[in-house]
């Protein structure tokens, strides 16, 4: 069974801080995504990395898949209260299109 | 973008009634839409995997006689919660994968709540 694993669970921080979530697990997978969720909506999509070492930048958001394939970290620069939210990230399960969610990270930027 | 509904958003029913909810791929065809459930403060959990004129495929410890899956077109998936229980109140959320896009978007999520 894949799993993936989420840290920290939860962080609390001032804004304009820098934090760092991390995605780990044991499995390659092929892809892994990063979501975004708000209280009472769904997940949306904030990055899909493919490549093993690939980097993606949108705005204050640096996203990284590890070499292997299997762990993958999200970088938020200079936080601010708008970033407040539930973090997922989820690995595709081989070509059934399955995705493997983590169990979150709940941020709260205070201002 | 691709955009995914649901209806209703919001839901309450008394216990042993039967809910159904709706989950439309609005501008492109899915064959395979997924069906998630979510407890507060908690994770999306995969129920089933719903394809296209066949049978849905049910996750471990999933119920498929109480949480009953069609998916009768390529933009239109329904999940039935037969006698609804009150540990049976959550977030459910679905999700459309587009091939064409190799994603999955996900729809706003229905929050059941059984009285």
């Known amino acids: 069974t894949q799993l993936l694993e989420q840290s920290p669970q939860f962080l609390s921080i001032q804004e304009g801080e820098n934090l760092t979530v991390y995605c780990n697990s044991s499995s390659v997978f092929s892809s892994l995504q990063w979501y975004r969720q708000e209280p009472g909506e769904g997940p949306v999509l904030l990055v899909t990395v493919v490549t093993g070492g690939e980097v993606k930048k949108l705005k204050r958001l640096t996203f990284q898949f590890g070499d292997a394939r299997k762990d993958s970290s999200l970088h938020i620069t200079a936080a601010q209260p708008g970033d407040t939210g539930l973090y997922l990230c989820?690995?595709?399960?081989?070509?059934?299109?399955?995705?493997?969610f983590g169990a979150g990270t709940r941020l709260a930027v205070h201002p | 973008g691709a955009v995914v509904s649901q209806h209703p958003s919001w839901v309450i029913c008394k216990s042993g009634t039967s809910v159904k909810i709706e989950c439309r791929s609005l501008?492109?065809?899915?064959?395979?839409m997924f069906w998630y459930r979510q407890f507060p403060k908690q994770s999306l959990m995969l129920m089933a995997t719903?394809?296209?004129?066949?049978?849905?495929?049910?996750e471990q410890g999933v119920e498929k006689d109480k949480f009953l899956i069609n998916h009768a077109s390529l933009t239109l998936s329904t999940l039935t919660v037969t006698s609804a229980h009150p540990e049976d109140s959550s977030f459910y959320i679905c999700?459309?994968?587009?091939?064409?896009?190799?994603?999955?978007?996900f729809g706003p999520g229905t929050r059941l709540t059984v009285t």
């Open positions: 989820a690995g595709h399960s081989g070509g059934y299109n399955k995705l493997i």
């Open positions: 719903s394809n296209e004129g066949s049978k849905a495929t049910y």
């Open positions: 501008d492109f065809q899915a064959t395979t």
């Open positions: 999700s459309a994968y587009a091939p064409g896009q190799g994603e999955q978007y």
